[in-house]
């Protein structure tokens, strides 16, 4: 390579680093802000646990609570992001897991994300889309794909429904974790090991549902209950999902700029050579000239 050509590859090369590094960088600030947010959630717990300790709704007969159908609906929560690695594909992977030997007709794929649209395509599979996580409308995203997930079990076109999704182990780890979205029954179960029960137990149930005076019915309650902590559950899975998705960024950003930087030290190694190989040229040149004149 002439040396014209490796000072421009170096520039280039030193340019990207550069670009890798800040975008490294920022993945990194946006992981740590998003992780410190989620204390929030605890606090909502502590307060949504309250309302299970006026009455006992663990035995109301609605399909929010009790599986009514055999049709399964899986949420699969992908990012739209680039230098993902294989995080995208690993969750697609699972929730093809977690239907394993049920007929797609007694399955509903939930797709969030273009990206996992593209592999489900590939796949020849039908399914529901829903945009993917934007770190500013993440409520008002949870509330929609909510509002779609209540009207369907509540009709019975699905029974149970699971969500999969990347979830942050730690800033190098991540890993795919699968939920139970509704039915919800086992978060009216006080003996059940549930985010509610660890949160209700620090209380006494008040009254059990004989022994108090309700304006709304049961099933109203528990519907709105049950509503209420998928709104709760599909926020912090998408946030979740977008602290996963800044690590496995940040990581996979690590391993470029780590990459082209032994690159960029190869190109200054050959540079430098190339300098001095035509340093080392002129000098010999120049002294035969110099010999040649004196003769």
């Known amino acids: 390579m002439q040396l014209n050509e490796l000072k421009l590859e170096l520039r280039l090369n030193s340019d990207l680093v550069e670009l890798v590094d800040t975008l490294k960088n920022v993945a990194a600030a946006q992981y740590f802000l998003l992780e410190r947010a989620k204390l929030r959630f605890e606090d909502f717990m502590d307060a949504f646990a309250e309302f299970f300790r006026v009455i006992d709704l663990v035995n109301v007969d609605n399909p929010l609570v009790k599986l009514k159908s055999d049709h399964l609906g899986i949420v699969i929560v992908t990012s739209d992001s680039g230098f993902m690695g294989g995080l995208n594909h690993g969750v697609i992977r699972k929730a093809m897991s977690v239907q394993g030997d049920l007929p797609d007709h007694k399955t509903t794929l939930i797709i969030v994300g273009e990206k996992g649209v593209g592999v489900l395509q590939d796949q020849g599979r039908e399914y529901k889309f829903f945009q993917g996580v934007h770190q500013t409308t993440i409520y008002d995203q949870a509330v929609e794909l909510r509002d779609y997930l209540v009207e369907e079990v509540k009709q019975e076109r699905m029974g149970r429904v699971v969500i999969v999704y990347p979830r942050p182990i730690s800033f190098t780890t991540q890993t795919t974790e699968v939920v139970d979205l509704l039915p919800c029954g086992q978060l009216f179960d006080r003996s059940a090991d549930t985010e509610v029960s660890r949160h209700a137990k620090r209380f006494n149930l008040i009254a059990d549902s004989q022994k108090v005076i309700v304006e709304s019915s049961y099933s109203d309650l528990v519907a ?30 690590e391993g470029s700029f780590q990459k082209l930087e032994k690159e960029k030290e190869k190109l200054q190694h050959e540079t430098f050579k190339a300098i001095h190989t035509k340093i080392d040229k002129g000098m010999r040149e120049s002294y035969a000239a110099l010999i040649k004149n004196r003769r």
């Not at 509503?227 to 899975?237: D, I």
């Not at 998408?238 to 990581?251: G, H, L, P, Q, T």
């Open 224 to 253: 709105h209950l049950a509503s209420t902590w998928v709104e709760s559950k599909l926020y912090e899975v998408y946030e979740d999902s977008k602290i996963a998705e800044f690590s496995a960024r940040a990581i996979h950003l």
